[in-house]
């Protein structure tokens, strides 16, 4: 055998070899991409004034990371306006679930303790950025959809959900991406209109997440307290939602016509697809209630458990 076949087999072995490992790494993890990292914004902290490579450093030599697709923290100042702890936000990849962590620091951002599965306190509510005065871009808006997640899936989703309503004559304000803030989520939700909310991300018993941030249970008693008088259907795809204090939050507070969350987590792709079926079946006029069963029937997994009630009528729109 010459040696330039000799040299061709040796390369197509190698290649083989190298395929062989790719996939061998892949399967037990080791190409798995890092997670992206990024800071919210807080009331008392300039993110140009962060040092955000250490605390980056910080939280992923402070906690397990891999299980994520993206990771935000947030600043939380103390009395005398040093900082006191920082807030992790740890985005799964496949449920509409934001875990949270909390990291004690000194002064120089240096770690005293970590408090992994944490839910906030009173002064991380309250250390969350100033909103300016609320005001509804269109009186004419009558539907919301909003997708603060880089992923393809929920957008198309978002998108479909979107155009569906503006076909039935609805006057949409969609907030896909960078768009989906915290100011422009309770700015649209204030619309004298409104009367569907289509709400696609992550959330816990306590929030939902925005591009650049959160809107807690205690955003939505401040700012929305009887704004829907039982005419607005809210359905969000939102993992732990509809519980305490987030649940009797938008049923009793806010006064939703009828309210859709995650009691259990919620599968990325199934619950999606659930929510804006019974989203579209409300916006053609068929029984709510009905439908959203259905929906979920046909496309969800049988271990995502949804809440879906209300005090105004089953039929969207009256």
Not at 39 to 66: C, G, H, R, W
Not at 215 to 238: E, G, H, M, P, Y
Request: glycine share 4%; net charge neutral.
């Amino acid at each position: 055998m010459s040696v330039s076949v000799l040299r061709k087999l040796d390369n197509d072995v190698m290649k083989i070899c190298q395929f062989l490992v790719f996939f061998i790494m892949l399967a037990i993890g080791e190409l798995a991409s890092a997670a992206r990292f990024s800071m919210f914004e807080s009331k008392y902290a300039s993110l140009v004034a962060l040092p955000a490579a250490n605390i980056e450093q910080l939280v992923k030599t402070s906690i397990d990371t891999s299980p994520y697709r993206e990771i935000k923290a947030q600043v939380i100042y103390g009395r005398a306006l040093t900082p006191d702890h920082v807030l992790v936000f740890l985005f799964t990849g496949k449920k509409h679930r934001v875990d949270m962590a909390r990291i004690d620091v000194n002064a120089h951002f240096k770690k005293i303790a970590v408090v992994e599965n944490y839910a906030p306190a009173d002064d991380d509510f309250e250390q969350q950025p100033e909103l300016a005065p609320l005001k509804c871009p269109d009186p004419a808006i009558q539907f919301i959809v909003f997708a603060p997640n880089d992923n393809k899936y929920e957008r198309v989703i978002s998108k479909n959900v979107a155009q569906y309503a503006r076909e039935h004559s609805l006057k949409v304000a969609s907030f896909i991406g960078e768009t989906a803030t915290r100011q422009n989520y309770l700015n649209a939700m204030t619309c004298p209109q409104l009367k569907g909310n289509f709400y696609v991300g992550d959330g816990t018993p306590h929030l939902i997440t925005t591009y650049d941030g959160i809107i807690s249970a205690i955003d939505i008693q401040a700012f929305l307290t009887k704004k829907f008088q039982f005419k607005v259907v809210n359905i969000w795809v939102a993992c732990n939602s509809y519980r305490k204090p987030m649940l009797p939050t938008m049923l009793v507070a806010a006064q939703s016509q009828k309210y859709a969350a995650g009691i259990s987590d919620l599968a990325v792709g199934p619950s999606d697809r659930t929510a804006a079926c019974a989203m579209m079946a409300a916006i053609d006029g068929k029984p709510m209630t009905a439908a959203f069963r259905n929906c979920y029937q046909n496309y969800d997994n049988r271990d995502d458990r949804w809440g879906f009630a209300g005090y105004g009528s089953d039929y969207f729109g009256i």
